[in-house]
């Protein structure tokens, strides 16, 4: 019952930004968390950046000073801000969630994913 959407991956040369977005909507009581993972080819799934309901956030060393994720309470919408962006960033960017659409425990939900391309 909850479907998180994630838009803005593209193409870019080295150097440059991009600013993805990632929508969630549904039954949501309330929102423990929100992040963003990638899997680059050959590789597995792993961390890129998270935002808890304390606004703390917690980034991979690969992308700590160049990416900043934010994100809009009543929209219910992550953003991942990519600058400086580097031809090891290539990967298919997924948006997660950690929240409530009903009382008692949270749980995790994921978007389809939205492809990054770097060129060098």
């Known amino acids: 019952q909850v479907q998180l959407v994630e838009s803005g991956g593209g193409l870019v040369q080295a150097g440059g930004s991009l600013r993805l977005s990632c929508v969630a909507s549904?039954?949501?009581?309330?929102?423990?968390?929100m992040g963003w993972y990638r899997q680059g080819p050959g590789q597995q799934r792993q961390l890129v950046a998270t935002?808890?309901?304390?606004?703390?956030?917690n980034y991979a060393d690969s992308v700590k000073g160049r990416f900043t994720i934010s994100r809009d309470n009543a929209k219910n919408t992550v953003f991942l801000q990519m600058n400086s962006l580097k031809p090891e960033d290539t990967a298919v960017y997924y948006c997660?969630?950690?929240?409530?659409?009903?009382?008692?425990?949270?749980?995790?939900?994921w978007g389809q994913g939205t492809q990054v391309t770097v060129s060098s």
């Open positions: 935002l808890n309901s304390g606004h703390a956030t």
């Open positions: 997660n969630s950690r929240l409530y659409s009903n009382i008692g425990s949270w749980d995790d939900y």
């Open positions: 549904g039954t949501i009581i309330s929102i423990v968390s």
